[in-house]
């Protein structure tokens, strides 16, 4: 397969339960609940994501996660898409919805959702758009990509158990500040409920990562 084809990888996570909340003591600041995560090893945990299984295949008691591949601003072509499958599941939405703080109850409360014209819990319009940088930050261009900026228009709501397919396009590049221009559009089956571009810099093969 070369590296114009388009490549689509499925993902999904396990059942909210208590087991899979975040780890660590629980503290409250400014009336706000955090957890406090143990301090963990970057570099390994970035060697360990680099070689974690794609497509429907999970690590034991785990999510499946997006197998890393790095593109240099010399390997893009306009034209280059990647595509990711995401099935949204309910712990998706109650774990953005800790991790950002917008604990609206049309996206936890489906007593509340029923009364909206949705009649069901959605899920954040931005946990959808956070897929895009998933595709952006791990397989198009990948690491050591920067996002400048990102549009975002919403069509359609993304409900629970709904499969979210991301595709990202690279539209146009940029020679002067080595800028990738890309189309991003997530649908559910043939709806278009997301859609918008992003403009990211990819550093070139002689750059040093460490320093982007």
Do not use: W
Not at 46 to 53: C, E, K, Q, T
Not at 174 to 179: L, Q, S, T
Request: include cysteine; charged fraction near 25%.
């Amino acid at each position: 397969m070369t590296l114009k084809e388009s490549n689509t990888i499925t993902v999904s996570s396990p059942p909210h339960t208590r087991h899979n909340l975040p780890a660590g003591p629980e503290k409250t600041v400014n009336n706000a609940r955090i957890f406090l995560r143990r301090k963990h090893n970057c570099q390994k945990t970035l060697a360990g994501l680099a070689f974690s299984p794609v497509g429907n295949k999970k690590k034991p008691g785990g999510i499946g996660m997006l197998e890393l591949r790095t593109l240099c601003f010399e390997d893009l072509e306009t034209g280059m898409r990647e595509e990711l499958v995401k099935h949204v599941s309910s712990s998706d939405v109650v774990g953005f919805a800790e991790v950002s703080g917008d604990r609206n109850p049309i996206h936890l409360s489906e007593h509340f959702a029923a009364r909206t014209p949705f009649k069901t819990r959605i899920a954040h319009g931005l946990y959808t758009a956070s897929l895009i940088s998933a595709v952006l930050g791990t397989r198009l261009p990948g690491p050591g990509a920067i996002y400048l900026s990102q549009t975002l228009n919403f069509k359609a709501p993304v409900r629970i158990g709904d499969d979210v397919k991301v595709t990202v396009t690279v539209e146009e590049l940029m020679e002067r500040g080595n800028r990738a221009r890309l189309s991003c559009i997530c649908s559910v089956e043939d709806q278009v409920v997301l859609e918008g571009e992003a403009l990211v810099k990819v550093p070139r093969r002689d750059e040093d990562r460490s320093r982007i």
